[in-house]
């Protein structure tokens, strides 16, 4: 039987043009027509058990090896749909990444591999972000990276290690599910599918963020009254001491600022005690400040007041004893998130008289104190004061206050 001359004709080009592209590899060609063409071959590897592979505009369709002819300066998407018992893992050739669609310009002939794994050995690790900080979770071999949910296919067995990393202000605070503990790493082999969360909180003190991070130094940081987002405020942490310390940096260091005055005369015989501040431990649990704590203040002068020798002033308090003029002092919370609480402050001692300006009422930055005795000594200083120099002051109480 003689074959039609149309069908040897196009058997005859079909086999000129396999030559070609044998001859060529994936090279672009001149068709009969005219109409320049490359050629895209598919290759499919690994464990691949069904799903499909197809291009935009059509052309390939396929699940093994597969090769299509397109107009030269075509854009081509492929796009990759795995079976329910195998992950795609990635593209390889003129294709990269692991997005399951890839889109390339026929400018030349191309070759593409699309991998596949089986998922009958596999393990997920699906990771979700906690609290109320916030950070991210990587892992290694890699497969994890986020910062919110995400999971990871593993071969059964592996290890995996995890490791949180808390942002700029948040602070790692542990793992729960298949881990746990307060170790910024974990480490686990996967042997089934497992959950992990990372919690991430917002610092409420030096000593937290301590613990998460053993190797932080001294230095300013962020810390939230009871680690509400809202509430934040600038400390300066002092991790050298055990536990480590929070202060507020006191932005009014002038001669005329934060002082605390024991004015001699009267029953007070010597030259003035004066000491300045420039940072206020507080307990950030409290916001109580520390008055009597002077790593970061200076004094001048020294008073005799009978076998006691006073050197030194605690905050907020101002003292004298029945002297022409009254003791002094200043509070300047300026640049702090914080006030000096109502009714924090009070009189004491023996007929005592002073002024508070202006009065406090939970919501004053600035307060000038004065503070005398009727004959014995008298003081204006945080309530509870009892004799407050040296180290004999009273906690200063304080309100949150942006």
């Given at each position: 039987m003689k074959t039609p001359t149309l069908l040897l004709s196009r058997s005859a080009l079909g086999l000129a043009m396999g030559f070609v592209l044998v001859h060529a590899g994936c090279g672009s060609f001149q068709n009969p027509d005219s109409a320049s063409v490359a050629a895209l071959n598919l290759v499919v590897a690994g464990d691949f058990s069904g799903g499909s592979?197809?291009?935009q505009p059509a052309g390939i369709d396929c699940g093994s090896v597969c090769s299509s002819l397109f107009n030269t300066g075509t854009k081509v998407d492929l796009t990759v749909t795995p079976s329910d018992s195998s992950d795609f893992v990635g593209w390889e050739g003129a294709c990269t990444g692991s997005s399951p669609t890839c889109s390339l310009t026929m400018d030349a002939g191309k070759?593409?591999?699309?991998?596949?794994r089986s998922k009958l050995n596999r393990a997920n690790l699906s990771v979700t972000l906690g609290g109320a900080g916030g950070g991210s979770?990587?892992?290694?071999?890699?497969?994890?990276?986020?910062?919110?949910?995400?999971?990871?296919?593993?071969?059964k067995g592996t290890m995996v290690t995890l490791t949180?990393?808390?942002d700029s202000t948040s602070v790692f605070s542990g793992w729960t599910g298949a881990c746990t503990g307060a170790a910024r790493t974990c480490a686990l082999t996967l042997t089934a599918d497992v959950q992990v969360m990372a919690n991430f909180a917002n610092p409420s003190s030096c000593e937290q963020i301590r613990a998460d991070n053993p190797t932080a130094t001294n230095g300013n940081r962020k810390l939230f009254v009871n680690g509400d987002k809202t509430k934040a405020f600038d400390v300066y942490c002092h991790m050298a001491a055990t536990?480590?310390?929070t202060y507020l940096n006191l932005t009014k260091t002038t001669p005329a600022d934060n002082f605390s005055q024991f004015t001699t005369g009267g029953g007070a015989t010597g030259t003035t005690v004066k000491t300045s501040y420039t940072k206020l431990r507080i307990d950030p649990a409290t916001l109580k400040v520390d008055t009597n704590d002077m790593r970061f203040a200076s004094s001048t002068g020294a008073i005799s007041k009978g076998t006691t020798n006073v050197t030194s002033m605690p905050y907020a308090t101002a003292i004298a004893c029945g002297a022409p003029t009254a003791g002094a002092a200043n509070i300047d919370l300026t640049g702090t998130q914080f006030a000096?609480?109502?009714?924090?402050?009070?009189l004491g001692g023996t007929m005592p008289t002073g002024t508070t300006?202006?009065?406090p009422n939970?919501?004053?930055?600035?307060?000038?104190?004065t503070g005398n005795g009727g004959g014995t000594c008298g003081w204006n200083a945080p309530v509870g004061s009892n004799n407050p120099y040296n180290m004999g002051g009273s906690p200063l109480d304080l309100v949150f206050f942006p």
């Open positions: 592979i197809v291009s070759n593409v591999t699309a991998t596949f979770v990587s892992s290694q071999p890699f497969g994890i990276q986020c910062a919110g949910s995400c999971s990871g296919g593993y071969d949180a990393e808390p536990p480590a310390l000096v609480a109502m009714g924090a402050l009070g300006t202006p009065t939970g919501q004053i930055r600035v307060l000038n104190l």
